[in-house]
């Protein structure tokens, strides 16, 4: 392998944050990139006075709602590493796009809600991690305030998805009283590739004191033994047998189970007010894999040094309101990426100017000049380009596709201004390339009424929404009374196209047949009522 590609490819760290609404996941990505120094201060999740809203949350929507409903990619240099973070929706609406985003990463960090513990979207996602081998490490966040016991957390992980926490911090005192950690491992001298050696465990804690309004780094203060023995006596104490227990459960730090998927490491943390922060920083720059070569469609593994290659997992337009472009992701898998040259996109064979090239943080962009494997590319106004699709120089390879998820909720989107139809149909074609929802059509309808499927109700709002602020097109969505949807061929949606109950659609992405049903049920009469038919379940996720 190129030494080059190989120093550059061993710098990088790229993962995602997974976790359930409301546990922390834009607060705690603020945080890192304030402890890598990306950013100056960090900022609520609800901006107030002059207190800016998180750089990760830039949709209007977002910051008002408080939510996070887009990926965003976060860049910056850390301990001699270069940190790809990918910030990806919480609310369980957009699960596709965050299956997406987690195609594009090499590790996760799962966040609890210290009070609330494993929530169904985290269970969601880390069935994703478990199934695409993404090593995770999890963050127990909130221990600032009221929570469960610390020992009934590390034993529900284990006992309701099956691997085994390794806790690296522990906390001092209950949650809502968080006085500090104990660290359970100690790192030695670097490596050869900048890492630091896991080691033996030094007598002691570190203590929190947080910043004047949580803007800012908080103060971490390392008391000996006696020093902590003195100052929170008891609470220290408790915390000591405590961590002496996990050690006898043989719940010590492992880096080859980790690497497995068979434990995860765990820290104790408050990331509103950046208790535990920094040592999660840390931990991924200590262990978190470098990228490795990635297998193709057909199963071959792509080396990293193979020729420069990568594929889309997200698209993007209007970021940034002065822009009005679009914006396609590209995760780099091999060689070296550099602006300006030319590619080939696998799924036409066509070739194509990387001209526009440039990274992001949140929606602030600037222009680069290379990238190596694990970094994340914005192509500007790469139009030819949609999810899933491959570009690469040198040898052909194509990866794997990005299959859709099945969607639960339907709805046909109205449009009242005649005259903003080439508005309307161009806003409705960009939304359709993002993958913010799925646009079909019927006969029944017509090509002027579109059906929107999406998996959660809010995909439909966003829709709405940015057809008005982006295209300037106001349109109202009148719900369908379907649940689910199976794929049918020509002959199947021929014979199904007078079915009562039931609607076939065209999805022009991809030119597939949908028939979409009000509920399980009439899955099985259809079946029965038409001999041969052809009716496969959805990919990935939803009741399809």
């Known amino acids: 392998m190129s030494s080059h590609i190989a120093a550059e490819a061993a710098r990088r760290r790229t993962f995602a944050v997974i976790s359930h609404p409301d546990a922390g996941k834009s607060t705690i990505t603020e945080a890192l990139a304030l402890y890598g120094q ?3 201060s960090a900022g609520a999740v609800h901006g107030k006075g002059d207190r800016k809203g998180v750089v990760s949350d830039w949709m209007s929507m977002e910051q008002d709602r408080g939510i996070s409903i887009t990926s965003a990619a976060l860049q910056f240099e850390y301990r001699g590493c ?109 490596d050869g590739e900048g890492r630091r050696i ?29 020093a902590a023995k003195a100052q929170f006596g008891p609470e220290y104490e408790r915390a000591q047998e405590e961590s002496e227990l996990l050690s006898e459960v043989e719940a010590d730090f492992d880096a080859k189970t980790f690497e497995a998927g068979h434990t995860t490491p765990t820290l104790f943390g408050a990331a509103l007010v950046h208790f535990g922060v920094g040592q999660l920083l840390d931990l991924l720059v200590d262990i978190a894999p470098a990228p490795f070569a ?10 990293l040094d193979a020729g420069f290659s990568g594929f889309v997992f997200k698209s993007q337009a209007n970021m940034n309101a002065s822009h009005r472009d679009q914006l396609a992701f590209i995760r780099v898998c091999s060689g070296k990426f550099e602006r300006g040259m030319q590619v080939t996109q696998a799924q036409g064979k066509r070739t194509m100017s990387t001209k526009y090239a440039q990274t992001m943080f949140g929606a602030s962009r600037d222009t680069v000049e290379e990238a190596w494997p694990g ?106 009374p379907y649940q689910l949807a199976r794929l049918t061929d020509a002959e199947g949606a021929a014979r ?48 399809g």
């Open 38 to 40: 990306a950013i100056a």
């Open 82 to 190: 270069v940190v790809n973070l990918l910030d990806t929706p919480g609310h369980a609406d957009f699960s596709e796009d965050t299956y997406r985003v987690l195609t594009a990463v090499d590790a996760a960090v799962m966040l609890l809600d210290a009070a609330k513990g494993l929530e169904p979207q985290t269970l969601k996602l880390f069935e994703v991690c478990r199934a695409r081998r993404i090593p995770v490490i999890t963050f127990i966040n909130k221990w600032d305030r009221p929570a469960k016991d610390a020992l009934e957390l590390i034993e529900e992980i284990e006992t309701r998805i099956g691997i085994k926490p390794t806790p690296v911090t522990w906390p001092v005192g209950e949650g809502g009283e968080f006085r500090g950690v104990i660290e359970r491992i100690g790192f030695k001298d670097e």
């Open 294 to 303: 990635r297998e193709d469609a057909a199963g071959a593994s792509r080396d």
């Open 496 to 543: 199904l196209r007078t079915a009562p109950g039931v609607e076939v659609f065209t999805r022009p992405r991809d030119g597939a047949y949908l028939v979409a049903l009000p509920n399980k049920y009439r899955i099985q009469t259809i079946v029965n009522d038409y001999p041969g038919l052809v009716l496969q379940p959805l990919l990935a996720g939803g009741q």
């Open 375 to 480: 970094d994340i590319v914005g192509l500007v106004n790469a139009t030819g380009l949609s999810v899933g699709d491959t570009i690469y120089t040198g040898k052909a390879v194509e990866y794997p596709p990005l299959p859709a998820f099945a969607p639960e909720h339907f709805g046909a989107l109205q449009m009242h201004d005649t005259s903003k139809a080439k508005r309307f149909r161009r806003g409705i074609a960009q939304l359709d390339a993002e993958g913010v929802v799925q646009v079909l059509y019927s006969e029944r309808r017509g090509d002027a009424t579109p059906v929107l499927a999406a998996v959660g109700p809010l995909q439909f709002e966003v829709t709405t929404a940015r057809l008005r602020a982006e295209f300037d097109v106001p349109a109202t969505i009148d719900n369908l």
């Open 198 to 226: 896991a080691g033996p465990q030094v007598p002691g804690m570190v203590r929190y004191e947080r910043s004047p309004g949580g803007q800012h780094l908080a103060t971490a203060e390392f008391l000996s033994e006696d």
